[in-house]
């Protein structure tokens, strides 16, 4: 099972209640995994900077590993530094390569993951209910343009909060992705991106997804050039959402095994698993429609 | 006249005041149905139950006689192997809308997802939209119209269903084959759309006489080994 949502405000606004809507979406999608839940969230951040999200790690000595984080953030430019829970979150100096950023934060300990970076986006997740992932991060009070969430039902994989989704596109800024379904050809592919030196943080076939479309994108695909490609090179079961600094969109597989809808309008898309989902959360006249297989679409944001 | 709030209630509730009403021969309309699944599952008395918005799977599904009217969208598993009876959806269906139904109508005004009728055993689907991947899967009786276009492997590995679309056909399944429109084939699809999608109702509006056939090519009906090349792309 797992229950995937995505909200994407098309009015000129930049500043909606995305987190609550995502908030009240993953609620009515709750009973189809009680795993976990996470949101991945696009607001706005002052010009020429990143934002962070850190897991401190998976031990008690939380407190410890914020204060080293912090002190290795402080090389970056790092500033405006709070906690919650098992993250560190903060603002950074805007750089091109990600690279020597995150090995150096990633050195405070082996479980020590930096869950996202990104001009805009923000990715929380918790273990448990969506109704303790608002408690740990208040995701209703967020505002932004537009988000994706999940809530988990593990099949193949154990649950923690790294194997819980959403995935960032790990290295590549501004790219996150839910995913419902089963990738068959996980091992293949992770392997061949093993052996370019990619670091996987999981053994949760979804986080391939993302490693497969930030390759694609670092590549000079668009979003949508991107998801077409997924539907050649993976295997498998997918109902995914994925959003960008500059695109949200949606991918079927091919035998369209997995649920996925959506409903536009000239305010809003909304795309969930099912349509309890919009139901609760968007109230209003709008109708909704199954997407089909193998179905791509994109929204430039 | 049974007004039941769906709201308040959990699918058992709601679905004992459905039966309820059809008992005492009233007409029942549900409000506030959310999307819920398994709304209006196994009515097996002759009755009118009208949905005000969208319901989740199952809906309508091994119900025998009801006449269910859906004034929003429906989820997987649409009136999934009704007896008799007819369900009408106004907006689009999910996946598997009509899987092995048995007897009675399904309409969806709008489209359908994937695997549409499949394993059709009787009974008539029609849809005013287009239909998804692998429409009409293994069906082996009744009626099936696509008025839209219809996605891949339409049909694939069919027994004895007759399939009629309007559209374009993505491509046709495994032993399917397009067959000749004969003038009384004509006459019952016109009277079918008449009776129960009339253009009003309908995404697409062409004219009876120019939907395609498509039937069986009945190759899959016996093995026979000559004919080793269709069953190894069957299988």
Known sequence: MCGIVGYFDKTTANQTAVGERLLKMLEALACRGPDSAGVAMFGSLPPRHLVAQVKLGDSDNLAERAQLVTELAKEFGGEEFSRADAYLRFLFKEVDNLKPFLSKIESAGHDVEVVSVGRRLEIVKEVGSPGRLEKAFQVSKFQGKYGIGHTRLSTESVVDLSHSQPFWGHGYADLAIVHNGHITNYHQLRRIYEQRGVRFYTENDSEIVATFLADKLRQGKDLEAALHSMIIELDGSFSCLVATDKAFGFVKDPFSFKPLLFAETDQFVAVATEEVALRGAIPGNYSAREAQAREVKVWQT | MANIDASAQSVREINQAIRHGIGRKEAVIVQNPGARHNLGV?????????????????????????????????GWGLAESMLSGTVRVHGNAGSGAAAALRGGTVVIHGDAA???????KGGTVLVGGNCGYMAGFMAQKGTLVVCGDAGEAFA?????????????????????????????????????????????LRKTKPRAVDFKKVVSGRKLWNFDKRAWKIWQEAL
């Open chain 2, 42 to 74: 196994a009515l097996l008395e002759v009755g009118e139950v009208r949905i005000a918005g969208s319901v989740g799977y199952y809906c309508g599904g091994l119900s025998d006689g009801a006449s269910i009217e859906i004034e929003g969208s429906a």
């Open chain 2, 114 to 120: 994937a695997r549409l009728g499949v394993s059709l």
């Open chain 2, 156 to 200: 694939d590995s069919m027994y004895a269903t007759e399939c009629y679309v309007g559209g374009k056909v993505t491509n046709l399944g495994t032993d399917a084959v397009l067959a000749t429109m004969d003038p009384g084939d004509v006459v019952r699809l016109e009277e079918m759309l008449a009776a129960y999608l009339p253009p009003a």
